[in-house]
């Protein structure tokens, strides 16, 4: 049984600014109550958490924020992280390098990559037979079959990075201190944060899952105003043509993007970064222009294929 509806969902996402901010103090303040205190607020220097923050301290100006290094943020994140009091720095015990060597590259979407991940394991299975068959298609918004091709890659495509390099140094931190995460996350990113919303609400209370998601029914717009009203400054990355901040190798979404999407904008940002992320693993990098080639993402302005733009850098080093 569903504890809301999406049409709840649409209702409360038509709320103005005010409402929603009581909404969310009256779960964190649920959240924070229940569990004695024992609380954390999930801090990744983005403008959804910081906000998250800085709502979160006005209410209890000595909450804990916890930041995973993941060693995938822009180095201004980094920085940006710094200026912050009581924040606590875990950090993965997997480096993404060996993440996609053994799982596979994160693009299109963590559903996408999901389905295809278990398709090659279970060819017999659901995802196969429904979602990458074409069965769905006109009549789900589960149909995935426009990406059937990606089973035959010549690569691997998983969305285990992010519970490797997050979920589980968090899993790790709450079981060392008790404490419970408060995250910035919204319904209106995903299909999946929807679903969970609809399950969950925006507390959520359960044994050794414990976790508060108190802008759940908040959108980019409540996101801007808020920022806009108490003139909160955000990581320098949002001042250079970004609109998210989070993993920078990641390609979750980027075939949704329009030119200069974000590998482009890091050719332009950091060029070194751009470099390491797209040449191949055998020259060192991480082989993502492989991968967004294979996706039909451009990663620069002057676009090459991946091999051609090793072989031309290749040159200009001799």
Same mark, same amino acid.
């Given at each position: 049984?569903?504890?809301?509806?999406?049409?709840?969902?649409?209702?409360?996402?038509?709320?103005?600014?005010?409402?929603?901010?009581?909404?969310?103090?009256? %779960?964190?303040?649920?959240?924070?109550? @229940?569990?004695? =205190? +024992?609380?954390? /607020?999930?801090?990744?220097?983005?403008?959804? !958490?910081?906000?998250?923050?800085?709502?979160?301290?006005?209410?209890?100006?000595?909450?804990?924020?916890?930041?995973?290094?993941?060693?995938?943020?822009?180095?201004?994140?980094?920085?940006?992280?710094?200026?912050?009091?009581?924040?606590?720095?875990?950090?993965?015990?997997?480096?993404?390098?060996?993440?996609?060597?053994?799982?596979?590259?994160?693009?299109?979407?963590?559903?996408?990559?999901?389905?295809?991940?278990?398709?090659?394991?279970?060819?017999?299975?659901?995802?196969?037979?429904?979602?990458?068959?074409?069965?769905?298609?006109?009549?789900?918004?589960?149909?995935?079959?426009?990406?059937?091709?990606?089973?035959?890659?010549?690569?691997?495509?998983?969305?285990?990075?992010?519970?490797?390099?997050?979920? %589980?140094?968090?899993?790790?931190?709450? @079981?060392?201190? =008790? +404490?419970?995460? /408060?995250?910035?996350?919204?319904?209106?990113? !995903?299909?999946?944060?929807?679903?969970?919303?609809?399950?969950?609400?925006?507390?959520?209370?359960?044994?050794?899952?414990?976790?508060?998601?108190?802008?759940?029914?908040?959108?980019?717009?409540?996101?801007?105003?808020?920022?806009?009203?108490?003139?909160?400054?955000?990581?320098?990355?949002?001042?250079?043509?970004?609109?998210?901040?989070?993993?920078?190798?990641?390609?979750?979404?980027?075939?949704?993007?329009?030119?200069?999407?974000?590998?482009?904008?890091?050719?332009?940002?950091?060029?070194?970064?751009?470099?390491?992320?797209?040449?191949?693993?055998?020259?060192?990098?991480?082989?993502?222009?492989?991968?967004?080639?294979?996706?039909?993402?451009?990663?620069?302005?002057?676009?090459?294929?991946?091999?051609?733009?090793?072989?031309?850098?290749?040159?200009?080093?001799?």
């Amino acid at each position: 049984m569903t504890k809301h509806t999406k049409e709840e969902l649409k209702i409360f996402q038509a709320m103005d600014l005010d409402m929603k901010i009581e909404i969310a103090e009256a %779960r964190i303040l649920e959240f924070y109550h @229940k569990l004695n =205190g +024992k609380v954390y /607020i999930s801090f990744s220097g983005g403008k959804d !958490s910081t906000v998250l923050l800085h709502l979160a301290r006005s209410i209890f100006p000595n909450i804990e924020a916890v930041f995973c290094d993941t060693g995938l943020e822009f180095p201004e994140i980094k920085q940006f992280v710094k200026t912050y009091d009581n924040v606590t720095t875990i950090r993965p015990e997997m480096p993404f390098r060996k993440v996609i060597e053994e799982y596979g590259y994160p693009i299109v979407s963590k559903e996408v990559a999901d389905t295809i991940y278990y398709a090659k394991k279970n060819p017999d299975g659901f995802r196969y037979k429904q979602k990458l068959s074409g069965e769905l298609k006109g009549k789900s918004k589960y149909d995935q079959s426009k990406w059937k091709y990606l089973l035959d890659a010549p690569f691997d495509v998983n969305a285990k990075c992010c519970a490797v390099m997050k979920k %589980r140094p968090f899993s790790k931190f709450t @079981k060392e201190t =008790g +404490k419970y995460p /408060i995250i910035g996350t919204t319904a209106a990113e !995903s299909m999946l944060r929807e679903r969970a919303w609809i399950m969950n609400g925006c507390n959520t209370f359960k044994d050794g899952k414990n976790k508060s998601q108190p802008l759940s029914v908040w959108t980019e717009k409540d996101i801007k105003e808020y920022i806009d009203r108490f003139d909160i400054k955000l990581a320098d990355p949002y001042y250079m043509g970004y609109t998210r901040t989070g993993c920078i190798y990641c390609a979750f979404g980027a075939h949704l993007e329009k030119h200069p999407n974000r590998f482009q904008n890091l050719q332009r940002t950091h060029p070194n970064l751009h470099e390491y992320c797209m040449k191949s693993k055998e020259l060192g990098g991480l082989g993502m222009g492989q991968a967004l080639d294979y996706i039909g993402v451009k990663y620069t302005d002057d676009q090459m294929n991946i091999y051609d733009f090793i072989d031309e850098k290749e040159k200009n080093k001799r």
